[in-house]
């Protein structure tokens, strides 16, 4: 075990998997020599060699593009896309492309291709450096999308993404590379040293694709979140003395809805949390599945607090970002509903 | 301010048009043609800044009188040309039927390749066992050179119950990986840079293999060309680079697409790309561009592109009517004229062919082609007899069945 960043468990994962499997190759803008903006591919170049992990022209549909067609080869890309907001140019090879070559062929092409971008706001990024666009990805079929929240999934997950025969969306969320972000911007950072989940297994294991976990137990409701709002669901629920129980959905999809539903069946109350602005958003799908499973068991109607329905303000980083105190009033009035 | 009182005119939008639109006499005098022969061979291992004026010309073999001459000439024996007469000619026949069928209702929407099938027919032949073709929907002719069963491409036209796609793609939009033919998307320049990446994967593995990339002369509009051109000059990619500039896009001609570009091959100077331009119709030529692109990338030399000039003679597809954008006597204008009739009159001039065994040998292959139709007809046509399973339509979206879709399946009683 070692402790570890995020972004250490990350380039570690992809180190790992660079070592078992020599079809396993690593490249993107700015990912070889320099080894990518926020050092996720730092020393894969030189530990692997240039052919391996290498620096790619700035056409995210080039990068994703070359990877579909190195996959169908029997390659096993993992890309980077520097920023999720970057990723459109690459949209149409994902969806059109990536996503359907299996189904489409019947099984003679398939694509294990891993997709990684950092994702969600909280770095004053601004409109093109903090788009969470994972419902983009949830809505096409063929597809695998994943979120993790911290250095232990964020490995064991990104093995499994590398692994599995299908392309897999791999988001990370940037507020969390170097630290458990729970919203409250004004305060010190907590490094990811004080965390327990920076405790990292060295070598090979993988956190399996499809499962949740519950982060904290409850009894009073569940908040279902992902990604950096799951440090901020457990500061809501701390200063609004809830007994929430919150579950860390990691994978969207496939989505493990037996612990969903298991958890909304015993408290009777559900919040639903994600940083992506709230229309159409992936907590749309979510409280559609909750109240189809657990209609019978709701106590209150589903809430739902997300990114408002705006471009990501520069200035207004703090007013648009779903803090722990808008999520505690979501919790409080699902409580009083 | 009002823009009469500056010094400068006003400024206009130019939007080009063809030369001649449906009621007005075909002209094709802007096609500038050189002689056959009269095009120069470089050795393969020629740097592209030396050869940039093969952009601007056209590579040609075969003349009127049926001669191969030049210093492209001479790379097919007897055999292999009367073989290659046979793919085009079966290509043509297969054609024909399936665009009936599609008339007959027994399939949606079909597309061909009438004045087309050099190049695909002869461009398989360059390659070998183990290399990528990405190809779009007009290259079938990659298929028939190779050997692939008649009765398959049909059972996926007709989405019957052997159609080894089990229903899932559009009318020929196949797929076969042990020919070297990777499953076409119906979008338009995808797999053109997906082609670069299975290149640049070979090359990674230190294999031998190379790969094809296909595109229109329309689609060489989209970014994933340009993706395409970047990528396979930065990485030296083992990968030939084929646009088929048949003049039209479905009913847009192809100076919207090419601007104020002289050709479409010379797109790829700008990217130090060795850039050929060859006579589509010219099965000879066409055969022997490829070869020397092919031997360029497997000598790890790097990527060509080469743009085929030739006409499309029928319509884009099913689903249009040409004589509503064009002269409906332009494609006997074309001075290019038929790849098959050229190849047939070379043979003649060879001495190993006759009109009488050509009329024989058309009359067998179609003979061939209804037999395959009737094998497929007899596992099901798009309306009638047997199809794919309702089941099957859950199947192959993932390596394994994720929970949703099995509730789904469920929920839709298959």
Redesign the interface.
Known sequence: MARMTMVEAIRDAMDVMMGRDD?V?VFGEDVGYFGGVFRSTQGLQQKYGK??CFD??I?E??IV??????A????KPCVEIQFADYMY?AY??IV??AAR??????????CPLVVRMPTGGGIFGGQTHSQSPEALFTHV??L?TIVPSNPYDAKGLLIAAIED??PVIFLEPKRLYNGPFDGHHDRPVTPWSKHDLSEVPSGYFTVPL?KATVVREGSAMTVLAYGTMVYVAQAAAAETDIDAEIIDLRTL???D?DTIAASVRKTGRCVIVHEATLTSGFGAELAALVQEACFFHLEAPIARVAGWDTPYPHAQEWDYFPGPARVGRALVETMEG | MNSNMTSHQPLTLQVPEPAVRPGGTPDFSNVKIPKAGAVPRPEVDADPESIRDLAYSIIRVLNRNGEAVGPWAGLLSDEELLEGLRHMMTLRAFDARMLMAQRQGKTSFYMQHLGEEAISCAFRKALSPGDMNFPTYRQAGLLIADGYSMVDMMCQVYSNSRDPLKGRQLPIMYSSKDHGFFTISGNLATQFVQAVGWAMASAIKNDTKIAAAWIGDGSTAESDFHAALVFASTYKAPVILNIVNNQWAISTFQGIARGGSGTFAARGLGFGLPSLRVDGNDYLAVYAVAKWAVERARRNLGPTLIEYVTYRVGAHSTSDDPSAYRPKTESDAWPLGDPVIRLKNHLIVRGVWSEERHKQAEAEILDTVIAAQKEAESYGTLHAGAKPSARDMFEGVYAEMPPHLRKQRQQAGV
């Open positions: 079809g190759v052919t391996r790619t022209p056409s549909a080039g593009g070359t990877a579909i067609g190195m169908a080869y029997g390659l140019p149409d090879q059109s492309e070559l299996r189904y489409r062929s019947n099984g003679e092409f398939t079929s063929g695998k025969p299908d499809g999809l496939p989505l809805m």
